[in-house]
T-cell receptor, first 120, second 109 residues
Framework: GAVVSQHPSRVICKSGTSVKIECRSL??????MFWYRQFPKKSLMLMAT?????????EQGVEKDKFLINHASLTLSTLTVTSAHPEDSSFYIC????????????????FGPGTRLLVL | AQRVTQPEKLLSVFKGAPVELKCNYS??????LFWYVQYSRQRLQLLLR??SRESIKGFTADLNKGETSFHLKKPFAQEEDSAMYYC???????????FGTGTQLKVEL
């Protein structure tokens, strides 16, 4: 089946630094990837939709200058948390849509394992 | 605005007992509903979607537009069903997902 990886799995950084998280689709091409954030014991919250070769679409309330998304290739999207602060500490999860030749209703999102960010 | 509600944080049942995980939604458009499952130390994965009207691992879910519900059911719980279950509402062609808060299912022997 389709596999999505994330790197790093865990990162600890000092307040004020920037952190980059990578999301890769390993065995399929993903024109669209999604970035989610999950707080402890809370649900996943969609942050933005990353489209290959174009600007990301951010959900309401998500600061685009804070969370920079780049989708430079069909297998890689990156999320950069700029000038991170302790309130940015969270679990960040990406997913990639594998459409292939399937009808739209059969398209599936495959999720990465997540990245735990701790800002001190 | 869209919303997904899963009223139970934890559901504990005995092996062989029926399971029903509740999910209610609110959405002004035509809903696309999904159930995702996360087993211990594994990533989130799709369990089933309403449009396929399929049964996966013995689980089924029927979309009830009148009650705005998409409850997940299984007649006989198995130990391996223990996991976190998330109900999700798709918008934007089903791609943008709004998740519920999840229900932890624990199947006891």
């Amino acid at each position: 089946g389709a596999v999505v990886s994330q790197h790093p799995s865990r990162v600890i950084c000092k307040s004020g630094t920037s952190v980059k998280i990578e999301c890769r689709s390993l065995d399929f091409q993903a024109t669209t990837m999604f970035w989610y954030r999950q707080f402890p014991k809370k649900s996943l919250m969609l942050m933005a939709t990353s489209n290959e070769g174009s600007k990301a679409t951010y959900e309401q309330g998500v600061e685009k200058d804070k969370f920079l998304i780049n989708h430079a290739s069909l297998t890689l999207s990156t999320l950069t948390v700029t000038s991170a602060h302790p309130e940015d500490s969270s679990f960040y999860i990406c997913s990639a849509r594998d459409g292939g030749q399937a009808p739209l209703y059969q398209e599936t999102q495959y999720f990465g394992p997540g990245t735990r960010l701790l800002v001190l | 605005a869209q919303r997904v509600t899963q009223p139970e944080k934890l559901l504990s049942v005995f092996k062989g007992a029926p399971v029903e995980l509740k999910c209610n939604y609110s959405y002004s458009g035509s809903p696309e509903l999904f159930w995702y499952v996360q087993y211990s130390r594994q990533r989130l994965q799709l369990l089933l979607r309403h449009i396929s009207r399929e049964s996966i691992k013995g689980f089924t879910a029927d979309l009830n537009k009148g009650e705005t519900s998409f409850h997940l059911k299984k007649p006989f719980a198995q130990e391996e069903d223990s996991a976190m279950y998330y109900c999700a509402l798709g918008r934007g062609g089903g791609n943008k997902l709004t998740f519920g808060t999840g229900t932890q299912l624990k199947v006891e022997l």
